[in-house]
Nanobody, 125 residues
Framework: QVHVVESGGGLVEAGGSLRLSCSTSGRTFSTYNVAWFRQAPGKEREFVAAIRWSGRSTSYTDSVKGRFTISRDNAKNTLYLQMNSLKPEDTAVYYC??????????????????WGQGTQVTVSS
């Protein structure tokens, strides 16, 4: 079992920045693809960004390209999401997800077996 814990959420004004962190247990993190998803009130959960186990491939949803950066530190079993130029529409609960996959389908939630409880990000206008 892999435990996933997000942190770093909070309240920020539009145009501001936040860095989310995702800590995982176990010794298999370096072999897992990892992703961030988010869910706004009244909306379905949506893909935000993902990074492959090697760190050599990343993927972003169009609405965050150029503003968000995903990265990982395999030595620390930790995933990061640097969020800049935040907008009110970025307000959501952000979830970290991880799991082993032999393929690369970053936006599919089925790729990830382990999920955290989420961290709230609120961007005020």
């Amino acid at each position: 079992q892999v435990h996933v814990v997000e942190s770093g959420g909070g309240l920020v004004e539009a145009g501001g920045s936040l860095r989310l962190s995702c800590s995982t247990s176990g010794r298999t993190f370096s072999t897992y693809n990892v992703a961030w998803f988010r869910q706004a009130p009244g909306k379905e959960r949506e893909f935000v960004a993902a990074i492959r186990w090697s760190g050599r491939s990343t993927s972003y949803t169009d609405s965050v390209k150029g503003r968000f950066t995903i990265s990982r530190d395999n030595a620390k079993n930790t995933l990061y999401l640097q969020m800049n130029s935040l907008k009110p529409e970025d307000t959501a609960v952000y979830y970290c997800a991880t799991g082993y996959s032999s393929s690369w389908a970053p936006a599919s939630p089925h790729e990830y077996a382990y999920w955290g409880q989420g961290t709230q990000v609120t961007v005020s206008s």
